[in-house]
């Protein structure tokens, strides 16, 4: 290709084309394995199937000024967040500075790849309509044919990012999109978005909401209308969160009202059906035209989705060739250079840097090397499954004021882990959580759940939340820096409307692997209520936390409408008992000895999820709340329990 001399900017030395398309050349990283320069062309608009055009940069390996003239693998990421954004989680332990995606982009192309980074539909540079995720499968399948027609792809593909950009993988791959040869998905991609993402249990996840208001303020139209732009910047969210229930053209997102409607159409489209099973947000009705690529799931604890990264490993890696692979760490979301998530610590050996490779950049390395240049680097013997286990730590504040759980990564062959014990715990009117059931035959206990003023959340699986929420571990106590507590800050186990349940002290340590259900018999003399529980390790008081510590583990919500159908919500007759199953995220925790086990079953988790107004009302509506009395049984014919995915000692 020839190219001519143009200005200097940014640290880039501009080139134009013959065809007089800008190309940018940096000069190569100072790392002592670096071959390749790096040109970058920028804003090529691609034309997807409708006619709308796309922003993509292409980032290209050059020597001695000129490009490469063989074709070369490709690594493609599709964000919402900018293509030339810095991006907040690529960093390391080593470097915990983020990096912009052209410093990402040059460690890959200095090592022979072609990298593409894409602004999604109706954002940043692209043309068209912003629809969260549901333009993200086409625009996926179209990019890629895009792609392996170039001379410069020589027809494979891999694929990375985190969260959306995880999302946008799955999508595509779900379209059995071309070129893919490998997929490396962070901390999202879908199985079922209906249950893990955008709604859990029936019950609508408010993220989405302050995801929306943040983006809506990086919109183009929003950006082009200054008084729309000044609108949203004068929104105070915690004054709108602490006025709910809303309604569409009433609420934080009014002045973008592309964001406001397909938030409202998530939140009040409560029945699982066709909406819930498009391209995008259902993998799991694509898996058997899913690519039959390598693939990673990635995700974590504290993270929204290691449920979609379990579902996905479980039904993929026996339907392809794969390999397969599940990575699920201690983190909150992306913070995988992080030893901690919230208020507890889980050691130096919890950051991926140092355990999995010596960091996030090395491990995708030698995914895409393996998979697209075909090195021998030993990664198809790898273990299927790596699983970080928390616990075993002293349960005393570290330097840096966090409580010290520990912890350790372990290798697996499958998920769920072949060997674990599914175990009942009973919840018995004694408040005691044990493997013996009641005996008693009436036993029972109610409490009333007021929408009005719901049980707050205080850490979990939350992510895009702030400043209203955040995700992580936390003792389980009101705390100012939690959305809806209050002076004097209590425990939560204090609340009337929150029913706890605890084994004595352990008299041996238990790990805890897997996904978490609770089986309840329960009844409300409401039309409609929710039930929640939350899995908790209870530490004994010591010096720092004189109180103990009760560190929450998992979490999980069920909207009573859909205990017996997703697809035909009926409304409950008043007083009438019915078994429900109530299904938190998997986890994995090591309960040392002395520590308790605790299940706590209440209504509400707010804000991470919306609050049921308990009559029945239309979703996303609920302008009239009623308290709901609620009742758990908790006897020999209704004997309430909870299953824990018990792992044998291997010592």
Known sequence: MMMSAGTTRRGFVTLLTAAGAALAIEPPARTEDVVY?????????????????????????????????????????????????????????????????????????????????????????????????LSDGFDGFDTCSWIVRQPWCNGKIGTMGLSYAAHTQAALACTNAPGIAALFLDSGGFANAYQDGIRQGGAFELKQVTWAYRAALESPAVLRDPERLKALKAIDIKEWFAHMPWKPGHSPLTAAPEYESYVYEQWQHGTFDGFWKQLGIY???????????????????????????TDNYIALSKRKKGPVRLILGPWTHGDRSLTYAGDVDFGPAATLDGQLAADFLTLRLRWFDCWLKGKGNGVPEEPAVRVFVMGGGSGRRNAQGRMDHGGRWRAESDWPLPDLRQTAYYLHGDGRLAAEPPQSKADHLSYDFDPADPVPSIGGTITSGEPIMRGGAYDQREDPRFFGTRSPYRPLAARPDVLVFETPPLEADLEVTGAIVAKLWISSDRPDT???????????????????????????????????????????????????????????????????????????????????????????????????????????DRPSHVLLPIVPSRV
């Open 37 to 133: 320069d790096m040109a970058l062309t920028s804003d090529v608009m691609v034309s997807m199937r409708d006619g709308v055009r796309l922003a993509t940069d292409i980032y290209r390996p050059l020597r001695d000024g000129q490009l490469l003239p063989n074709p070369l693998p490709v690594i493609l990421e599709r964000t919402p967040y900018g293509k030339t954004v810095v991006s907040r989680s690529e960093l390391s332990v080593r470097d915990p500075t983020p990096r912009s995606r052209a410093d990402v982009a040059r460690f890959f192309v200095s090592r022979g790849y072609v990298v593409i980074y894409q602004d999604c539909r109706g954002r940043y540079g692209s043309e068209g309509e912003f629809v969260k995720y």
């Open 283 to 309: 993998a799991a009705g694509f898996y058997d035209r899913f690519d039959d690529a390598p693939m990673v799931f990635m995700s974590a604890w504290y993270d929204p989705y290691p449920r979609s990264a």
């Open 530 to 636: 929710d039930f929640t529980i939350k899995l908790i390790d209870v530490y004994p008081p010591n010096e720092d936390y004189p109180e103990g510590f009760a560190m929450n583990l998992t979490d999980g919500i069920l909207r009573l409408r859909y205990l017996r159908s997703w697809e035909k919500p009926t409304l409950l007759r008043a007083g009438a008992v019915a078994a429900v199953t109530v299904e938190a995220f998997p986890t994995s925790n090591l309960f040392k000895r002395g520590h308790r086990i605790r299940l706590d079953v209440s209504s509400s988790n707010f804000p991470h999820f919306d609050v049921n107004p308990n009559t029945g009302a239309a979703e996303g509506t609920g302008g009239v709340r009623q308290v709901a009395r609620n009742t758990v049984f908790l006897n020999k």
